[in-house]
């Protein structure tokens, strides 16, 4: 079973210093039949103005990565951490039994664009940490490279979920294949580019979910930059 959601279907918002597309209900956007898919709670593209930001707020009990892809994040908690994020870079935070932090665009002339994704952990109260993480970028091109993984090893972040996140570029008229295991879901955003997948016309920003589906074969009719969650 396989699902297309168009990029002009999700909830966007506009507040001057912020701009929002959420993929899943998400503050005052709530849909009882999207809330959720798997342990996927979030999924937020935000294009932040330069030198704004959120201030310091709690989380807790969610898994929570950050994809930047373009400008810089900063971001700081109360655990001591505070470090930059740039494109070509993620973070990812375990906010466990509590952890209060800030994030923020930290140019003063450049507009950021992240996406943020949230995902429940497989226990509560974990202990709250945080990492950064910077991927090569030249192993994208016609793969999907692990960038978060349950592991943490080979040169990925480290979840505390039964699942993975990959990114990949797909070259126009390359194709890009990935086998999903029985009970898995998948889901997948074209972040650039456009694509045949599985048989789905997408463009940028579209995203599918997927379940019980043994394949997804991306067909890229333009260069395609996607993200691909397998998870359960």
């Known amino acids: 079973m396989i699902k297309r959601y168009p990029a002009n279907e999700r909830n966007f918002f506009d507040i001057g210093w912020l701009r929002g597309s959420r993929s899943f209900s998400f503050g005052d956007y709530y849909d009882p039949d999207n809330a959720q898919f798997g342990v996927m709670r979030v999924c937020n593209e935000d294009e932040i103005a330069p030198g704004r930001g959120f201030g310091a707020h709690p989380h807790s009990d969610m898994e929570i990565v950050t994809i930047v892809l373009k400008g810089r994040l900063k971001h700081e908690d109360n655990l001591g951490n505070m470090e930059v994020t740039s494109a070509g870079e993620i973070q990812r935070m375990t906010a466990g039994s509590?952890?209060?932090?800030?994030?923020?665009?930290?140019?003063?002339?450049?507009?950021?664009?992240?996406?943020?994704?949230?995902?429940?952990?497989?226990?509560?109260?974990?202990?709250?940490?945080?990492?950064?993480?910077?991927?090569?970028?030249?192993?994208?091109?016609?793969?999907?490279?692990?960038?978060?993984?349950?592991?943490?090893?080979?040169?990925?972040?480290?979840?505390?979920?039964?699942?993975?996140?990959?990114?990949?570029?797909?070259?126009?008229?390359?194709?890009?294949?990935?086998?999903q295991k029985a009970g898995r879901r998948v889901f997948l955003m074209l972040i650039e580019g456009a694509a045949d997948v599985n048989n789905l016309d997408m463009v940028a920003k579209d995203s599918l979910r997927a379940e019980f589906e043994p394949e997804i074969l991306i067909k890229a009719k333009e260069d395609t930059f996607v993200m691909l969650i397998d998870m359960p």
């Open 98 to 179: 509590g952890i209060v932090h800030a994030e923020y665009n930290d140019s003063e002339t450049e507009e950021g664009h992240f996406l943020q994704l949230w995902f429940m952990p497989r226990e509560r109260g974990l202990t709250p940490s945080y990492e950064v993480h910077r991927y090569d970028q030249e192993k994208l091109v016609n793969a999907f490279l692990p960038i978060v993984t349950p592991e943490g090893t080979n040169g990925t972040a480290m979840i505390h979920q039964d699942m993975s996140i990959h990114l990949g570029r797909v070259e126009a008229g390359k194709r890009l294949y990935y086998s």
